[in-house]
């Protein structure tokens, strides 16, 4: 139990534009979930703290304009990276935790953007 | 705040021998503290976990033992494999609130045959 999935797993995209990342909770309903951004061979940036129906939570430094975060049912979580630019390039990753779990979150596989 | 502080790597081994990663933490309060594993090119995949002191979490041959009194979590197997090669992740997460982890900068481990 307690999946979750991200899709798509790597996508690669013009200068520009926009892309957007699904996170889904797959067999429980996930109160909270949480996007983050790994850079090669360095840990994991928290970039935002989302709950469902509710605007997210930015960590500071992270542009909520640029990374926009809708999680609209408790099952599913999407992160907008608008305008994506070369130095957007990065590995990003998902968590989500149930309230009747205690403290802990379960992580999605990662989605992989390269920019050109 | 509350940090976690992991042995930097890479940690280089021969196939069987002894795997011991470091960990030390340091928490205001009673954290859970959590290993992480992340294969090439794939996310996180919780590898154990420890909810209160003396708990020993162990899964596919790993271990690890919470101990308080030296605020320290450190990840054993006695025998690695190559497909162990993969980088590990401390964490700990406070109880209540978000469960907001708070990450090691990773350790990675490379098994040669």
């Known amino acids: 139990g307690a999946v979750v999935s991200q899709h798509p797993s790597w996508v690669i995209c013009k200068s520009g534009t926009s892309v957007k990342i699904e996170c889904r909770s797959l067999d429980f309903q996930a109160t909270t979930m949480f996007w983050y951004r790994q850079f090669p061979k360095q840990s994991l940036m928290l970039m935002a703290t989302s709950n469902e129906g509710s605007k997210a939570t930015y960590e500071q430094g992270v542009e909520k304009d640029k990374f926009l975060i809708n999680h609209a049912s408790l099952t599913l979580s999407t992160l907008t990276v608008t305008s994506a630019h070369p130095e957007d390039s990065s590995f990003y990753i998902c968590?989500?935790?149930?309230?009747?779990?205690?403290?802990?979150?379960?992580f999605g596989p990662g989605t992989r953007l390269t920019v050109l | 705040g509350n940090s976690v502080t992991q042995m930097e790597g890479p940690v280089t081994l021969s196939e069987e021998a002894f795997l011991t990663i470091n960990c030390t933490y340091t928490?205001?309060?009673?954290?859970?503290l959590f290993w992480y594993v992340q294969y090439p090119g794939e996310g996180l995949q919780l590898l154990l976990k420890?909810?209160?002191?003396?708990d020993k979490g162990s899964n596919k041959g790993f271990e690890a033992t919470y101990r308080k009194e030296t605020t320290s979590f450190h990840l054993e197997k006695g025998s690695v494999q190559v497909s162990d090669s993969a980088v590990y992740f401390c964490a700990l997460s406070e109880s209540g609130g978000s469960y907001i982890p708070t990450f090691g900068r990773g350790t990675s481990l490379i098994v040669h045959p």
């Open positions: 928490a205001t309060g009673y954290p859970s």
């Open positions: 968590s989500a935790s149930d309230a009747g779990l205690v403290n802990e979150q379960f």
């Open positions: 420890a909810t209160k002191a003396d």
